[in-house]
């Protein structure tokens, strides 16, 4: 397995090096979708079930953590290229160490590639990565006030995933409210609310990423 150090760019250049990486992501017909969480959301759950119910996508996963390679190793027992991400301490990725760890990918060749950002609700939002989309979790244990409470993470991203859904009979989570906070912040924001553990909701989520991957595919040649 591939791991590598990554220590953080110089933020003023940040988002023009995102927009480089979006043309060049678009250059190699990939499209890159930002996924952020608090720890223990359910990323790496949920990029498990993602690629197991999307056999013919060619699917590569970047990890970023600030130690381990548990996750990585998730990844790689399905049988998709990961390769793991150390920040050097840092709670978020930016464009350049994302760009460094696209390089570390074996090919170019993926419809889809995911970035699980630094498990944090607050920095990754802050940081243009280059990504073409961007996914936020919200796991039920975690309540439904959290669009309240980090609402920067609920503005950038291009759709929440509830998940944890199997978990609603022990906690006092209001799914309709949570649609409700989250839509206040972000009209255009598409929820959907999964089980990564049962597979509920899994269909209408891989369905919009397909489309979305089809329409990146489709685009304009490098551009935006
Ligand atoms: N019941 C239930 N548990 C889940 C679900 N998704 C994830 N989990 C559990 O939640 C815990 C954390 O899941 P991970 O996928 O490791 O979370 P993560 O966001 O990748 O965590 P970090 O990378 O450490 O930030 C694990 O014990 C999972 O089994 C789900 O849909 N339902
Ligand atoms: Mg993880």
């Known amino acids: ?13 940040n988002d023009r ?29 949920l990029l ?8 013919d996508t060619r699917i590569a996963v970047l990890e970023a953590d ?8 998730r990844i790689e027992a399905l049988g998709a290229e990961a390769v793991q991400v150390h920040t050097d301490g840092m709670c ?4 350049g160490m994302t760009w460094e760890s696209v390089k570390a990918l074996e090919s170019g060749a993926y419809d889809l590639a995911f970035l699980e950002n630094v498990g944090n609700l607050i920095c990754p939002a802050e940081y243009d990565t280059g990504a073409g989309l961007s996914m936020m979790i919200l796991s039920v244990p975690e309540g439904d006030d959290k669009p309240l409470k ?18 609603l009979p022990w906690f006092d ?11 206040k912040l972000n009209p255009g924001l598409s929820v959907f ?8 909701g899994m269909k209408a989520l891989t369905d919009w990423l397909l489309e979305r991957m089809n329409e990146w595919k489709t685009g304009p040649q490098g551009t935006v």
């Open 193 to 200: 609310p999964v089980s990564a553990k049962t597979g509920e």
């Open 173 to 183: 989570f209001d799914l309709e409210k949570c649609k409700e906070r989250a839509k």
């Open 66 to 73: 600030i130690e381990s390679t548990v996750d990585a190793e």
């Open 1 to 13: 397995m591939k791991v590598i150090e990554l220590h953080a760019s110089v933020t003023a250049e």
């Open 17 to 45: 090096e995102a927009d480089a990486l979006r043309a060049e992501m678009r250059r190699q017909g990939t499209l890159l979708v930002n996924l952020m969480s608090s720890p223990g959301a359910g990323k790496t759950t």
């Open 150 to 167: 980090y609402p920067l993470m609920f503005q950038k991203s291009d759709a929440l995933v509830v998940t944890k859904l199997d978990a």
């Open 48 to 55: 498990s079930r993602i690629i197991r119910e999307l056999p």
């Open 92 to 95: 978020h990725m930016d464009a």
